[in-house]
């Protein structure tokens, strides 16, 4: 049986999701705590792999499993082994055809981000943080030359494994509510560190150091160097794939409306 998991997590106390030696990742926590409800050695494949200090809402993995149960047992089962930073939101059986990576349409990540005088504290790990005001126009206009199918080679990571660099970014939202910024990006993949260097820029951007249209000239230059730094982790949520409906799965959890 081929079964698909919806997964939240803070990323705070973990070096990302992917498993490494450490064993301190995402990953390693839900095979350890599936290997222990299962009683046999559970390998997951996830949608999309986040650095560390990232959080998720909804991180979608599958794995097969010679294991009958109900899917509620397989949430309360497995969330019984789990630390209390990480839990199972829902779980699901799909076909073998399904494949939590290959068959997403497009995935989703917000940034939220503080706008206060003085840094986080409650929430600090959880938001990312200005002290200068943001222009949200500026920004606006900035995020318009980012859509549409583009080389993102500027906002790429030196250590990115994607093979092309070529992504289609379909949606750049940001708002405002009281002190908090929203960012929202959707596109059909991501680069390594593509939305945290995009971050860099429309903060620069907002801030009125460049105008809007720096970041097309960005863009264009296929040049990390052209860019603003990377932004901070802290603020950065997965927030979950995209499928097709034939394939019957979630398209957020509960926690999606609880950002700010």
């Not at 899917?71 to 779980?91: C, E, K, M």
């Not at 995020?143 to 949606?171: M, N, V, W």
């Not at 429309?202 to 970041?215: C, M, N, T, Y």
Request: charged share 20%.
């Amino acid at each position: 049986m081929r079964l698909a998991l919806g997964i939240s997590y803070n990323g705070q106390a973990y070096q990302g999701w992917q498993s490494q030696l450490s064993r301190q990742t995402v990953q390693d926590q839900l095979e350890l705590a599936l290997g222990k409800f299962a009683a046999q050695r559970v390998s997951t494949l996830c949608a999309g792999r986040t650095d560390a200090g990232v959080h998720a809402l909804m991180q979608v993995v599958h794995f097969d499993t010679s294991l009958e149960r109900a899917p509620f047992s397989w949430v309360r089962g497995t969330n019984a082994y789990l630390p209390r930073d990480i839990a199972v939101q829902w779980a699901q059986p799909v076909p073998p055809a399904f494949h939590c990576r290959a068959s997403a349409r497009s995935r989703r990540y917000a940034y939220i981000l503080l706008e206060s005088p003085v840094r986080p504290s409650v929430d600090h790990g959880r938001v990312g943080w200005v002290f200068k005001p943001l222009d949200l126009k500026a920004m606006q206009q900035a995020g318009e030359h980012l859509l549409g199918e583009h080389d993102f080679t500027s906002f790429r990571a030196s250590a990115c494994q994607a093979l092309s660099p070529t992504k289609i970014l379909q949606r750049v939202d940001i708002s405002k509510r009281g002190a908090y910024w929203r960012f929202e990006f959707e596109a059909n993949a991501f680069l390594h560190h593509m939305i945290r260097n995009l971050m860099g820029c429309l903060i620069v951007v907002g801030q009125h150091k460049q105008p809007p249209d720096w970041v097309r000239d960005v863009l264009l230059a296929r040049d990390r160097d052209a860019g603003a730094p990377t932004f901070s982790p802290d603020g950065l949520y997965f927030l979950g794939p995209r499928y097709a409906a034939h394939w019957g799965l979630p398209d957020n959890t509960s926690a999606y409306d609880g950002l700010p």
